[in-house]
Structure formats: C-alpha cells, structure tokens
C-alpha cells in the first residue's frame, strides 16, 4: 500500500518546464522546492537510496499540492497522484513525529464534523466580540485563514436551517441534479450554497441535497491519511446513491477534483468500478452550467458610487485550473452576466496559499503567496474577485480586509445568483 509506480516517476525526464509555475520555486528559487527537486526526492526513497527524514520531509510538507506543476508539464507527470503517495508514506514514517501526526488528525477530524466545526468556530466568533481577536480560538480561525469568513458567522445556529431537501425546478424543467454542500463550507459558506442551489433552479434543474453527506475525504487524501479519506468517500457516495440524479455538482474545487478521482482512489479495491461510475457523474457548477448553456440573468449588474458596470477579476482555485482543467467556463460564465466588465488578473493561476490546511501548516510561505495574490488584485482596480472554492474565498478574503478601498470576494455563483436579482432563500419542496 502507498507505493509509488516506478513507470509515474520515470516520466520525469527533468526538463525543468515546470519550475517558473511552481509558486514555492518562484518564492524560493531552491531546485529541491521545485516539483522536479521533489521527484527527485520521492525517486530516491522509491529506490531505497535515502528514507524519509526530516530534511527531506521538509520539502514534501512545503508543496502546496496545487498541481500547476502537472499543467505546465510536457511528460505528463501525474505529480498529484506522486504527491499523495509521498505524503502517505511520510505520514506513516518514524520520522514524523507522532505529535505532530495527532495534532494533525484531531485538526481534520474536527474540520470533517459541520456540527463541531461550528461550534468552535462560533465559540471562535464570541470570543472575538467578548476579548478581542487575540484569544485562542480566533488565532485558530485566523491561522486557519478563516476569520474573515467567521466574522460573518451567525453566532446562533438556529438561525441557519440546514440545506438538506428538495429544491423544485423554476420553469422548463431539465433535469434533476443532486448538490454537494461540503464540510467546512457548509458552516462558512451557507450562502455559497444557498445560491448554488438558486441558480440550478433558475436554470430549470431540480435540486436534491441529501442529508448527512459529511465530507469527501479531500482534506485527508491530501494530507497523507488516505484510508480516512476512503471511509468518508464511501459514505458519501453512498448518500448519493440512494438519488436518482443526472448529476452531482460541487461549488468547491478541492472536493470536485477529489471526488472526480475516486476511482484513483479506490484503486484496487471492490469499491473501484462503484468510485469510478461516481466520478464520471460529478460536475464543477461552472462547468455544468456550460454544459447545459445557463440561461445568463436580463438585468446588469452596476458598480460601486453609481459607475454603470461592475469591475471584477477572477482568481483560478487551483484545484479547478489544474486538476480540472476548468478555466473557460467560469469566465465565459462571468462575461455573460449583463454590467460585469472582467479584468484578467496576473499570475491567476498560481496558488493563493490557501490549500487546504497548507496556511495552517505552513503560515509563513502561505502568507508571502497571499500578499502576493493580494497585490495583483489590487492592480486590476477590481471591486470584486471571484474564485471557485471555499479554501481560497476565506484566505483572500483575511488578506484582503484590512484594504483602504475594500474589495470583496465572491463565489462566480453569487454573482450569477445577484444577476438574477432572486434574494430570497430558494423553496424547500
Ligand atoms: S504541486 Fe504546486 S507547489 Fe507542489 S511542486 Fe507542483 S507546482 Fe510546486
Ligand atoms: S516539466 Fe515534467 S518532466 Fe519536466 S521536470 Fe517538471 S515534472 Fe519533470
């Protein structure tokens, strides 16, 4: 188990094609920070030439897993797949420490579970109002890059009712499709959801989200813990299962990319042929809306102080841009949308250094991404950056809140979701 295929690293044939889009490289300029300096590592180890230990793990943990070095790469190197065996085995290695391994565990376990995530990040939030930003549970927020996202938490949960249900079409009706609500998102970005939901109405699906989905394993596989990540994975095609749907949409590009390579996944295991035809059903919410050619909103969109169109850029998640090949449709998507004038932004595919837990685990090249990224925003004159998961929506919108001239963040879906001018809640069937 966790082995990696000889035939995968041999790809590699070091042309260094993929150093200038690897974000660490770029900071570092270090070749062992490079993707190709990492496979050097992970073909030593897979040799039996060196074992992990702490100056090679060091590596390993730095790489944000964004993959932008797999678009840029002309062998086809699938450094994903390279990476989450790598990380496998250094987390089942004697030299990481076992501490830090628990620590790690009791952070995703946490993060996995909508109810208790909420509860600490609520108690994060009256904490905030009652002390100040220094106490503990904030700093957790913070460093989760999520305190921006918390500060718009209600601090009552009764006051969000849970999305679970049926959401009749509005109009032709077209399909039926079945929603991904998430983990994490599901706490922090409730309104994501909400308007994920409304515009697949608009657009004449209905819309089923099952209870009880838990997470899709992503922070897990990511992380080096993948036999977690297939127990969560299991129970959550097992709740779509259960739905007769044309398709499962996701608004969050970490999970999509995740659950589209379930078949990966299970590998090699009975569950493979049920992960795979899963997989093939699973669609990124731009990318279903180009398919099924969205129905754009009638009235424009205006700007801030009256200006007659509203600027934006948008930011590529990198799990859309790289794992999904998903680049096109969100902005034909955003272009559609009456008023809205789209500014591209430099280097928007590279990482923001959000990554999941990467900006907990790794703070200090996480926060020199983000001011990078926090810097090209600024230079577009945009109002609104939009980018399509939740990991990078929080982050920016950390390092993009103490701006003079705010900017705000949003999912593509909210915009389109405003475009329709439909603020209300849609109806529960
Ligand atoms: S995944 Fe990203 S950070 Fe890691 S080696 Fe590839 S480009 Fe660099
Ligand atoms: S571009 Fe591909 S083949 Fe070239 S060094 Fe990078 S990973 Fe290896």
Redesign the pocket.
């Known amino acids: 188990m966790h082995q990696f295929r000889s035939e995968q690293l041999l790809?590699?044939?070091?042309?260094?094609?993929?150093?200038q889009s690897c974000p660490t490289y770029l900071e570092e300029g270090s070749e062992a920070d490079?993707?190709?300096g990492r496979?050097y590592l992970m073909r030593a180890v897979s040799e039996g030439r060196i074992h992990w230990e702490a100056g090679a793990i060091e590596h390993i943990d730095r790489c944000l897993g964004c993959r932008a070095?797999?678009t840029?790469?002309?062998?086809?190197?699938a450094?994903g797949l390279l990476l989450e065996v790598a990380r496998a085995q250094v987390e089942g290695s004697p030299a990481r420490p076992a501490l830090q391994r628990m620590a790690k565990r009791l952070l995703l376990s946490l993060m996995v579970r909508p109810k208790t995530f909420a509860f600490a990040m609520r108690t994060a939030r009256l904490f905030s109002l009652l002390v100040g930003d220094r106490a503990m549970p904030m700093s957790l927020a913070r460093a989760l890059g999520a305190k921006a996202a918390v500060a718009r938490l209600p601090l009552l949960s009764g006051k969000r009712k849970t999305l679970a249900g049926v959401y009749p079409s509005l109009g032709e009706r077209r399909g039926r499709v079945g929603m991904l609500v998430g983990c994490v998102a599901s706490v922090l970005f409730h309104d994501v959801n909400v308007a994920t939901i409304a515009v697949l109405q608009r657009n004449g699906f209905e819309v089923v989200v099952p209870p009880k989905q838990g997470c899709c394993g992503a922070l897990h596989v990511h992380n080096g813990f993948p036999d977690e990540a297939r127990r969560l994975a299991l129970r959550l095609m097992q709740c779509f299962e259960r739905e007769a749907v044309d398709a499962v949409i996701v608004n969050s590009a970490g999970c999509g990319s995740t659950m589209k390579e379930y078949g990966r996944l299970f590998e090699c295991t009975p569950h493979e042929g049920r992960a795979r035809a899963f997989a093939a059903r699973v669609r990124d919410v731009m990318e279903f809306l180009a398919e099924v050619h969205l129905q754009p909103p009638e009235r424009a969109l205006t700007g801030r102080d009256g200006c007659s169109h509203l600027v934006v850029t948008y930011h590529d998640a990198c799990h859309l841009a790289h794992a999904q090949g998903i680049r096109k449709q969100p902005r034909d998507i955003i272009r559609s949308i009456p008023g809205v004038q789209l500014v591209e932004l430099e280097e928007a595919d590279i990482c923001c250094g959000s990554a999941g837990i990467y900006n907990l685990l790794q703070p200090e090249m996480a926060t020199r991404l983000l001011q990078r990224k926090v810097e090209h925003i600024c230079a577009t004159g945009a109002e609104v950056v939009l980018t399509g998961n939740p990991g990078c929506l929080a982050w920016l919108a950390q390092g993009l809140r103490e701006l003079p001239k705010p900017i705000a963040v949003m999912h593509p879906v909210e915009l389109l979701h405003r475009g329709y001018q439909n603020t209300t809640e849609p109806r529960n069937g």
């Open positions: 790809k590699c044939i070091h042309c260094g094609l993929c150093l490079s993707p190709r496979i070095c797999e840029a790469c002309p062998s086809g190197v450094y």
